[in-house]
């Protein structure tokens, strides 16, 4: 095969993988922060302490997280036909790509959220703050310089999955490895692929790294920084009860 009949396929193979690329991990990234937020606020001693929740909240993710993604595909066959109206190509694909990535993320934003210091929750707490004014004010800017680097391991990890779901049509690059490197014995398209992802993860991976960087630098995790925020606010308003006095 010539490089002018890889051209083509190459770029249509790329723009699948793009697109199964984002629209999953947003729809991973918006469905597991939140999950990820409650498995923490609801453990033992947090903001929202119910053990019920939290133990049936993390037996659906860690069932999630267990299930090899080929077979989660053929496992929602029939919720990705009702939903998208296929089960193959792109569409059939970022379904199964959404919903695997949803627990995978949701335990990477545990984790961070958990080195967050419980001492600037209990200051915030101490000033009257309640749980969502906590949420928004200390955990996930505190939490953010680690959640950019989950969110980058995540949208690794879908790159992964979409070149498996490549194997059942999902098409992509996965897809054009199968059919072209495997089946039609296509050796130099394969390493073709295989040079492209390589190149993809690297950037993705730097950009990942330079963004958390960049907010570890301009004052992520930085300690005092939600007290002091709040009590900036508060004293223009002591300071105008000072005057009408």
Known sequence: MTWSEMQPLL????????????WSTLIAVAAGLPLGILLVLTDRGGLLQNVLANRLIGQIVNVGRSMPFIILMVALMSFTRWVTGTTIGTSGAIVPLAIGGIPFFARLVETAVREVDNGLVEAVQAMGGNTWTIVRKVLVPEALPSLIASTTTTIIALIGYSAMAGTVGGGGLGDLAVRYGYQRFET?????????????ISLIQFAGDLA??????????????????LLKAEEPAAADVGKVA
């Open 11 to 22: 770029s249509q193979a790329c723009t699948e993988t793009f697109q199964m690329l984002l």
């Open 188 to 200: 130099e398209l394969m390493w073709i692929i295989v040079a492209i992802l390589a190149v993809v």
């Open 212 to 229: 958390a960087r960049s907010l570890h630098s301009r004052g992520g995790r930085s300690g005092p920084a939600p007290k002091l925020r």
